[in-house]
């Protein structure tokens, strides 16, 4: 077997450099999706009807296009119509939060309509306004409802983070793509970002365990 991981001790500090590199841009992303999701879910229940097409328009675009041709438009696109010369950085959070608030909306919404309907009934009936009802009553109740969705949701969102390599954006997989052009050899580096890929995720699983276990205990 024709394997030499020695050649990738030197480049290991600079492919760890990665990790947070490739976290940056992911935690912000899953924030914007998470907030913009949870903004659009409400629309997507509200009484306006022209909001909430818009809302189910805009959530088709997003799951009816792949990620990465997203992401290419958003890095292209942005500078040829606009003039600015956006960063991989910017591009990366813009595509990621854009793409997750799309699904994030629709397990947000299959959430709080899961919720029975006598909650918001009983509060109506107690004259409690919108806003406080769903911020107080609704969504903390869909939210255990929704977390093992959510969380299934930002765990694929750190996975396809590996696709940002692609505008030159130096995450993990960039970076053993540069490591492989040093030392010509693809399989060492790909290995070991793969390796870091899993234990990232599988840490991410388990912190979704211990909050979803935390939850029930609260119940």
């Known amino acids: 077997m024709n394997l030499d991981f020695s050649q990738i001790v030197p480049y290991i500090p600079f492919m760890l450099e990665g990790i947070w590199v490739t ?46 041709l997203q992401l290419l438009l958003i890095y292209y696109a942005i500078p040829q119509l606009t003039g600015y010369d956006i960063s991989p950085f910017l591009s990366a959070i813009l595509t990621f939060g854009l793409n997750s608030s799309a699904y994030v909306s629709e397990i947000i919404r299959a959430g709080i309509q899961a919720v029975d309907k006598g909650q918001r009934e009983a509060a109506e009936a107690l004259g409690i306004p919108y806003r406080p009802m769903m911020l107080k009553i609704i969504l903390p109740q869909a939210m255990k409802n929704i977390l093992p969705a959510l969380m299934n949701e930002f765990i694929t969102l750190t996975k396809e983070s590996a696709i940002v390599s692609v505008i030159s954006y130096l995450d993990l997989m960039r970076r053993a793509q540069v490591v492989s052009s040093q030392i010509y050899r693809n399989f060492e580096p790909l290995l070991f970002v793969g390796i870091i890929y899993y234990i990232m995720v599988m840490l991410l699983t388990l912190l979704g365990k211990y909050v979803e276990k935390r939850m029930r205990q609260s119940d």
């Open 23 to 68: 976290l940056q841009f992911v935690i912000i992303a899953i924030i914007f999706g998470f907030i913009l999701g949870s903004v659009i879910a409400l629309i997507k229940i509200g009484k306006t009807g022209w909001l909430r097409w818009m809302a189910d328009f805009y959530t088709s675009i997003f799951r009816g296009t792949p990620l990465i």
